[in-house]
């Protein structure tokens, strides 16, 4: 027997909560790809936190949650016990997680700076050396596209060659640019470790702003998606 009056609106929301959900997922699954495809290349250069993992974490969570949103959808449509409980469940289950991730983050946030810093000044030594074309390229596409030179700033690469810069440096890019260093305002005075931490920081807050919007919608589901199961109970209907 069908669940009816208050419990049929319950089930109504639920399904449509759930549906939001799936949507949801879509989202935060294009959100990875984005960030990906648009600043994924860049792990190359952090290494102990890769711009990858980012991305990963929004795919990964993306796929899950068009999973779970479907498994609450169908759930409430047939209003099967054993659905919404694995629904509830999973919920719960990704509730801790993110809860778990979340205070990791907090505690960990200020090795970001140090990290990111200590692996550009590793990997700056090994740039134009024979078989690191891809960290070679990685360099130029950060320093072209964010604007900045070296580490903290250009003199950095003074290690590498106290000559000249990288053409990738230079504020109106061209041929051979880094070789004249008569006039040093010509390049990029801004270290790419300040731009690449306000990068991993925006990633952080995006992913933080995501994980509490998804923390609300999940209490709601749980809450609904209990109380429909208990509903579905008393109405005898066991599926």
């Not at 648009?38 to 792990?43: F, L, S």
């Not at 209003?79 to 993110?98: D, R, V």
């Not at 004249?180 to 731009?195: I, N, P, R, V, Y």
Request: include cysteine; hydrophobic fraction near 45%; aromatic fraction near 10%.
């Amino acid at each position: 027997m069908a669940v009816e009056g208050c419990a049929r609106v319950i089930k109504f929301a639920v399904f449509f909560f759930n549906l939001i959900f799936w949507i949801l997922g879509i989202a935060i699954l294009g959100i990875g790809i984005w960030v990906r495809t648009t600043k994924g290349d860049y792990a190359t250069l952090t290494s102990s936190i890769p711009m990858a993992s980012a991305a990963n974490l929004f795919i990964a969570v993306g796929i899950i949650v068009m999973i779970v949103g479907f498994i609450g959808c169908l759930g409430a449509w047939k209003e099967s016990q054993c659905l919404l409980m694995t629904f509830f469940i999973l919920l719960l289950l990704i509730f801790i997680l993110e809860l778990t991730a979340g205070i990791l983050g907090y505690l960990y946030r200020g090795k970001v700076e140090t990290e990111v810093k200590k692996d550009l000044v590793k990997e700056l030594d090994n740039y134009g050396k024979a078989g690191q074309d891809g960290l070679t390229n990685t360099w130029d596409r950060l320093q072209t596209n964010e604007q900045c030179c070296g580490v903290n700033n250009y003199t950095d690469w003074n290690t590498w060659n106290d000559t000249r810069l990288p053409d990738s440096c230079c504020v109106e890019h061209s041929p051979d640019c880094g070789e004249d260093m008569s006039d040093l305002s010509k390049f990029h005075q801004t270290g790419c470790a300040m731009k690449l931490e306000a990068l991993l920081g925006d990633n952080l807050y995006l992913i933080g702003g995501v994980g509490v919007a998804i923390a609300v919608i999940q209490l709601l589901g749980m809450v609904f998606s209990l109380f429909l199961c208990c509903e579905v109970r008393k109405s005898g209907k066991y599926v």
